[in-house]
């Protein structure tokens, strides 16, 4: 504390000169500079997610009463039982690493990892295929349907 | 999503790691700026003041800035920056004259670092002429608060003019380098005996001086006085000087070489080739005392404890022995030189502190041996007039006895005016300056 | 400049003032002979300032805080080196900035588009073989430089950029997994781990041990993206498995390691100021003397230290301009990454891509200021864009690049047959 108080008695006698006050303000405006950029920074990702959102066509992972909805926020999603996955089922009838999600030129692919009770849309057995707004996907046990979400509607 | 998270924390952890770095770098040259500046060839350095204001050290001092000589008198004590001498106040202290805080970077000029020293120039000045033409050292304390007001050294240097063409000896500022004691040893014997025998028995015992004495191993001990000073106790043996009496002493069969040894181990000394020890005043090194003894009934052991032989102090080790002496309590009081550091923005940083030693011998040890300094003391007061003076003077032969120093040693009893001081006068003669006018010039200039 | 509802006017102008008043602490406080060297300085900064802003009105991007951050920086890189010793004018650095935003731009556009990458791999594999073999065959003497007359290339630098690029996947590409001799493993990892292995003894070979911290620093976060990804939540003993056995290499590495690298790490500086460790013992002075405020540019003594611009770097910046101006210009290069945690990438390749240049960036400034202060061997990196060095500046530049892909990749939408107007959106 005694030195700091000395540090700033010392600071104030040279901040007489003026070249010092031109340090003190070069070293400000560059605080400031970088403070600005990280606030332009976060004002541009809600930017970037709007547009994502725009490109992946606002598509969301629902279940049939629409009580869980996974919004899809990766190029690529990872789903199955493992912990690390994107989406995560803990349900014994889903391999660790049972399927994967993948933006392509605007559209959904869902291809299956060899997964062990396989990958179903709309009631069919898939190796990979290309997915359209409405189409029901099962996963083991779980069915969940791939639905547009228009921004304005939340 | 998850996978995505995991890039994130990866980044995260390694900025932190770096941070945590940075922050470590910073804290280094916070702490460790003025180690680098003593490094670098750049140096600014503040000056030495006396106890007045008295510049003592001023590292830009050209020739005609001071008066001629004004130096001299602390050359080899306070020293100066150069790097000729080491065992001074301004090369183990530089760091305290340093005009540097990292704050503001180096300062060109208008830096306050300075050391405030306890010293008394004019005095130093009167005691160093008062040598006239003659070599020696002078030291004297304060033994109530430790702080050194007078420290001559002759020859000396002046640091203005140069290191060329110097005596030999300029160089080192000898209070705190080993001599022989002479006669003053007399005084460390007697402590011993007081501390192992008591003083009643000690004062009970007598013996007799004629000039020469044969001692158990068949050699001769000689007397300063040819004719002898007759039965005589303890008190009168040390204010006569008798060296008969005490190496009869030293031989009595009341106490045993080790009991001898361990006094003079505890109050400092090293004794039978121990390992040799230093005291540390603000920096500068006084080396402590150190003697053999072998066997009570020989002819070097007892020379050791009367004042020849092996037996090797520091003036300035002296000099504390009085302190213990004159305070009654067996512990020396430090001595110091620095009275306050103040750094480059003219705050005090570091303040002296009054410290004791050790106990080196018991206090009633301390009291007897000072009634006994005081009876000698009264045979001086012609010489030395106006103080209660407790004294002991010795002769060292040196040089395989072509040269004999003169030796004094004591301490003022008197609170108001507490000074403790040692003396040496090398290649003494009769019609020279002698050791009690030295003491009278060191009383009268520092009352 | 894209539509996206954000005035970068703003922000442009407070870039331009930061460069001003760095300009103007060079007039007030500098050391130069006639006031026509500083114009020049600042007519060159300021001309490239607003002539890049001009630029950039014309680029469809999504985001453009990293553009900004890089002239700032570049700018800045500029005015320091040009006041070494004296104010004049760095023109090879002049030109390096300009070389090294274009760079930006290639890198950019090189990996918006993963599809093009993934399609393209081998290249890029054969561009690292390419490199290490011309390390090889054209240095002189086990020395890292090309001389080519007019400017000397250092390839590893080069090295560093495909290597990153090697290093990115996507989780598709870990999800190929192929039985050899009964065990799953991805082709891709295999690969990896050989062009490591390679890049250890290539440094090895060339006694650069400078670079190899920052190479193992990107392996290790390759390593930490793709085979540590089974398993999410790395179980503790497993992370101190590996740090034990990263330790304990380490370790071993350092006992039996050749003389020259044994001499360097057991140096005590001050002990010997004229033999090893000379520089660090200058470096740290001058950083003393200069104290928090410097002594104003041009008033240095540092400059004359060998490798003053390159190695002790953020010495001299500390001598003339203080270490608050020191610490702020390194701030401004790690803001670059922070920039990438706060608008993260949207798929797993460009977050890879991201977290190696990351760490080439963290590894290669932490070596470079903890080494030249002292607190490690002291090596012979250089801290990206604010050290001087072509090639080095030229990779960074790229790297740059691989970060803006991040921020602002391209997800091409084809023509669909229901829609009338051509949907190309940079995204």
Redesign the interface.
């Known amino acids: 504390m005694d030195g700091f108080t000395e540090f700033l008695g010392e600071f104030a006698g040279r901040l007489s000169a003026f070249k010092e006050i031109i340090t003190a303000s070069a070293l400000i405006i560059i605080d400031i500079c970088a403070l600005v950029i990280i606030c332009f920074c976060s004002k541009e990702k809600k930017n970037v997610q709007k547009q994502w959102s725009k490109s992946a066509r606002h598509m969301v992972l629902t279940d049939a009463e629409q009580k869980f909805m996974f919004t899809l926020n990766a190029k690529e999603i990872l789903m199955g039982r493992h912990i690390s996955v994107d989406l995560r089922f803990p349900d014994l009838s889903v391999s660790r690493y049972h399927a994967l999600l993948t933006l392509e030129n605007g559209i959904w692919t869902l291809k299956d990892l060899d997964s062990k009770s396989g990958t179903y849309v709309n009631g069919q057995k898939i190796n990979a295929k290309q997915l359209h707004p409405n189409d029901e996907i099962r996963i083991g046990k779980k069915i969940l349907y791939l639905r547009r979400m228009r921004p304005n509607v939340q | 999503m998850k996978s995505l998270k995991r890039g994130s924390r990866l980044i995260t952890l390694m900025l932190l790691l770096f941070l945590v770095g940075m922050g470590i770098l910073i804290a280094k040259i916070q702490s460790e700026a003025a180690f680098y500046i003593s490094n670098s060839g750049s140096r600014n350095l503040g000056f030495v003041y006396d106890c007045n204001g008295d510049i003592l050290f001023d590292d830009n001092a050209e020739d005609g800035d001071y008066p001629a000589g004004y130096f001299k008198d602390v050359g080899n004590l306070i020293g100066d920056a150069s790097g000729q001498m080491t065992n001074t106040l301004v090369a183990n202290n530089m760091e305290y004259l340093s005009n540097y805080s990292f704050t503001s970077g180096i300062t060109a000029k208008g830096g306050k670092a300075a050391i405030y020293s306890t010293l008394n120039h004019s005095a130093n000045e009167a005691v160093y002429s008062s040598f006239g033409s003659k070599n020696g050292c002078a030291i004297a304390y304060n033994y109530k608060t430790g702080e050194i007001l007078v420290c001559v050294s002759r020859p000396s240097v002046d640091p203005i003019t140069g290191y060329a063409d110097l005596e030999d000896g300029s160089l080192l500022c000898k209070p705190f380098y080993k001599t022989v004691p002479g006669s003053t040893q007399k005084i460390s014997t007697l402590t011993a005996g007081i501390e192992t025998m008591g003083i009643d028995k000690l004062m009970s015992k007598s013996f007799t001086c004629d000039g020469t004495y044969v001692n158990k191993t068949g050699k001769e001990i000689h007397c300063h006085n040819q004719y002898g000073h007759g039965t005589q106790n303890i008190a009168e043996a040390f204010a006569n000087s008798c060296n008969p009496f005490f190496a009869q002493l030293v031989e009595d069969n009341d106490w045993s070489l080790d009991d001898i040894i361990n006094v003079y181990t505890q109050m400092g000394y090293a004794v039978n080739g121990a390992e040799s020890r230093y005291y540390s005043i603000d920096g500068i090194t006084c080396s402590r005392a150190s003697t053999d003894l072998e066997n009570k009934n020989e002819f070097n052991t007892q020379w050791s404890c009367i004042g020849q032989g092996t037996s090797m102090v520091s003036p300035c080790q002296l000099m504390m022995w009085q302190s213990a002496i004159a305070n009654k309590t067996g512990k020396a009081t430090m001595p110091y030189l620095i009275d306050h550091v103040t750094n480059v923005n003219g705050r005090t940083v570091k303040s002296a502190e009054t410290a004791y030693s050790e106990k080196l011998f018991s206090a009633n040890t301390a009291a007897e041996v000072k009634k006994i300094m005081l009876e000698n003391g009264e045979n001086y007061t012609g010489k030395i007039p106006g103080y209660t003076l407790g004294i002991k003077s010795g002769t060292a032969q040196v040089k395989n006895g072509d040269e004999e120093n003169s030796l004094l040693t004591g301490f003022v009893d008197d609170d108001d005016f507490p000074i403790a001081f040692a003396i040496l006068i090398e290649n003494k003669s009769e019609y020279d300056v002698t050791t009690e006018a030295v003491a009278n010039e060191i009383l009268s200039s520092l009352s | 400049m894209y539509n996206?509802?954000?005035s970068y006017a703003?922000?442009s102008l407070?870039?331009l003032?930061?460069h001003i008043?760095?300009l103007?602490?060079v007039f007030?406080?500098g050391n130069y002979d006639s006031v026509l060297a500083p114009l020049i300085l600042s007519a060159a900064v300021l001309v490239s300032d607003i002539v890049y802003f001009f630029i950039l009105k014309f680029l469809k991007q999504?985001?453009?805080?990293i553009d900004?951050?890089m002239i700032?920086i570049l700018n800045m890189s500029l005015i320091f080196q040009s006041c070494f010793g004296k104010v004049s004018f760095d023109f090879k650095h002049f030109i390096f900035c300009i070389l090294a935003v274009v760079c930006m731009q290639a890198g950019f556009i090189l990996t918006r588009n993963?599809?093009f990458i993934e399609k393209h791999k081998y290249i890029f594999y054969g561009a690292a073989g390419f490199i290490i073999l011309s390390i090889l065959l054209l240095t002189g003497s086990r020395g890292m430089w090309i001389d080519l007359g007019f400017i000397t290339i250092q390839p590893s630098e080069f090295l560093k950029p495909v290597f990153v690029i090697i290093c990115a996947t996507?989780?598709?590409a870990q999800?190929k997994k192929k039985k050899i001799l009964g065990i799953k493993v991805v082709y891709d990892n295999l690969i990896i781990l050989g062009v490591t292995g390679a890049i250890l003894l290539l440094q090895w070979w060339c006694r650069d041990l400078g670079s190899l911290p920052t190479f193992m620093?990107v392996a290790a976060?390759a390593f930490?993206?793709r085979i540590c990804?089974?398993?999410?939540?790395l179980s503790k003993k497993l992370i101190a498995g590996i740090c034990i056995a990263g330790l304990a290499a380490l370790v071993v590495a350092l006992k039996f390691a050749p003389s020259y690298v044994q001499d360097r790490l057991k140096v005590d500086i001050?002990s010997d100021?004229t033999g090893n460790g000379w520089q660090q013992?200058q470096a740290?002075?001058a950083?003393?003397?200069?104290?928090?405020?410097?002594?104003?540019p041009g008033h240095g003594r540092l400059y004359k230290v060998p490798a003053a611009d390159t190695d002790i770097i953020f010495s001299t910046i500390s001598e003339e301009w203080?270490?608050?101006?020191a610490?702020?210009a390194?701030?401004?290069l790690?803001?670059i990454?922070?920039?990438?945690?706060?608008?993260?990438?949207?798929?797993?390749?460009h977050?890879?891509l991201?977290?190696g240049v990351?760490?080439v960036f963290?590894a290669q400034?932490?070596l470079n200021?903890?080494g030249s202060?002292n607190?490690i061997p002291f090596t012979g990196v250089t801290i990206p864009f604010i050290s001087k060095g072509g090639s080095s500046m030229l990779a960074c530049g790229f790297m740059i690049g691989f970060l803006k892909a991040g921020?602002?990749a391209l997800?091409?939408?084809?023509q669909?047959p229901d829609k009338l107007r051509q949907?190309r959106?940079s995204?």
């Open positions: 996206n509802g954000l703003g922000i407070l870039s003032l930061t008043s760095m103007a602490i007030a406080k999504n985001t453009y805080t900004i951050l700032t993963y599809d996507s989780l598709a999800q620093a976060c930490i993206m990804y089974p398993k999410a939540k001050w100021p013992c740290l002075i950083i003393a003397e200069g104290g928090w405020f410097g002594k104003g203080g270490l608050l101006a610490l702020l390194v701030f401004m790690m803001l990454i922070v920039t990438a945690l706060i608008n993260t990438p949207r798929s797993y390749y977050t890879t991201t977290t990351a760490a963290i400034s932490a200021i903890f202060c607190m921020q602002s997800f091409p939408i084809p669909r949907n959106r995204v």
